[in-house]
T-cell receptor
């Protein structure tokens, strides 16, 4: 079956440091989504990447989709305490499907 | 707008008991989903409904049944609860395939 590897599992950073989480798939993806879940909360959509090599930015967050559409990354510049939470990628291998497979997530803790 | 509303927020069951988790969305979305979230496992898709009148299995459908009552409502039923079904359950909706998911606040279920 499809494997959704997300690394690292946990990351503790000092406030102001950068953070990156990676999502790697065993199959070529149609598109990928990223979600953030605050502690005790529910996942909230951040962004969707569709094109090979695509790069999108949201303020301090930079999202990349690999050239082969098998991996993706989320980079946060100068982390803040509001960035605390778990970041998930959600992969779609088949165009038009509803079966988004979520990664295991990266839990980010920011130390003030 | 309330978005996606789930009830109940918490539930404790004894092994063998049955119950139904309720979900309703007010965004006129076509598609609805049930996920479960276990520590370290990310979110796993149980069932989804691409449109009113259709339902399909996800990654982990065993032990569950669903009903798409109308366009707004999608319920998840546990006929005979087992301790392995202890989890946080999230309902989600989306406009269509390959569009962002909107999640409810979750139901924390414990089966003793």
């Amino acid at each position: 079956g499809q494997q959704v590897m997300q690394i690292p599992q946990y990351q503790h950073v000092q406030e102001g440091e950068d953070f990156t989480t990676y999502c790697n798939s065993s199959t070529t993806l149609s598109n990928i989504q990223w979600y953030k879940q605050r502690p005790g909360g529910h996942p909230v959509f951040l962004i969707q990447l569709v094109k090979s090599g695509e790069v999108k930015k949201q303020k301090r967050l930079t999202f990349q989709f690999g050239e082969a559409k098998k991996n993706s990354s989320l980079h946060i510049t100068a982390t803040q305490t509001t960035d605390v939470g778990t970041y998930f990628c959600a992969e779609d291998t088949t165009s038009g499907t509803y079966k988004y497979i979520f990664g295991t997530g990266t839990r980010l803790k920011v130390l003030a | 707008n309330a978005g996606v509303t789930q009830t109940p927020k918490f539930q404790v069951l004894k092994t063998g008991q049955s119950m139904t988790l309720q979900c309703a969305q007010d965004m006129n979305h076509n598609s609805m989903y049930w996920y479960r979230q276990d520590p370290g496992m990310g979110l796993r898709l149980i069932y989804y409904s691409a449109s009113e009148g259709t339902t399909d299995k996800g990654e982990v459908p065993n032990g569950y049944n669903v009903s798409r009552l109308n366009k707004r409502e999608f319920s998840l039923r546990l006929e005979s609860a087992a301790p392995s079904q202890t989890s946080v359950y999230f309902c989600a909706s989306s406009e269509a395939a390959e569009t962002k998911l909107f999640f409810g606040s979750g139901t924390q279920l414990s089966v003793l």
